[in-house]
């Protein structure tokens, strides 16, 4: 039986399409590090708005292709589930940059720095993983990816609760709470999506291995 890759070749559209949207989402988690290392009390959220800008573009290129295209590499609902998953890690990242800069300059002394390192090492997976499918169906390879990608929210996990830890022992007054935990888990749950993102990548190389 012919491979995908075989019977397609490797320059499929869709490869590059979803390549490039992986690489939105570990460019929008760079600059959520720059951003966390600037320590800025009204940070600039212009590199979240272009990363959300060329992610939808990106999007809406893939449904259009889509619709235009008859034959794919990649099974229709794979590539739209993919996409989905990609399109929600820099929305989530965007997210919590805006919540960040409204918040700033009441929380100066907290480092985030640690998740926003973490979130940016599973955006980096994640791109290997999207462009491991245009290498071929390599169970192996990608099972290694996807691994170290479920250490890294596993990681990410025992962080947050280490936080609710911190938060309930009654020394925070109520509004700092609520900022931190809001913040907090927003940033966790974009490292989530990324899990998630992961897990379609995974998904489709054990269907088609």
Known sequence: ?????????KGDKFYGLLEASAD???DAAGALVRLLQARQAAPSLDEFMLARMREKDLSAQISQELVNTFVTALERE????????LNKITKGIAKFAERYAL???????????????????ATEVIS????QLRKGMNL?????????LQAIENEADRLLLE??????????????????????ELIEKAIDRCRDAGNVAYQI????S
Do not use: C, W
């Open 1 to 9: 039986m012919f491979s995908l890759q075989t019977i397609f070749g």
């Open 24 to 26: 939105a989402a570990r």
């Open 78 to 85: 794979d590539i739209e589930a993919l996409s989905a998953a």
């Open 103 to 121: 918040a700033a300059d009441r929380l100066g002394d907290v480092d985030f720095g640690a998740r926003g390192v973490m979130l940016e090492k």
């Open 128 to 131: 290997q993983m999207v462009a």
């Open 140 to 148: 192996e390879a990608m099972k290694s990816l996807n691994d170290h």
């Open 163 to 184: 936080l609710y830890r911190d938060l309930y022992d009654g020394r925070h007054d109520p509004i700092r709470i609520l900022l931190l935990k809001d913040l907090f």
């Open 205 to 208: 190389v054990l269907k088609n």
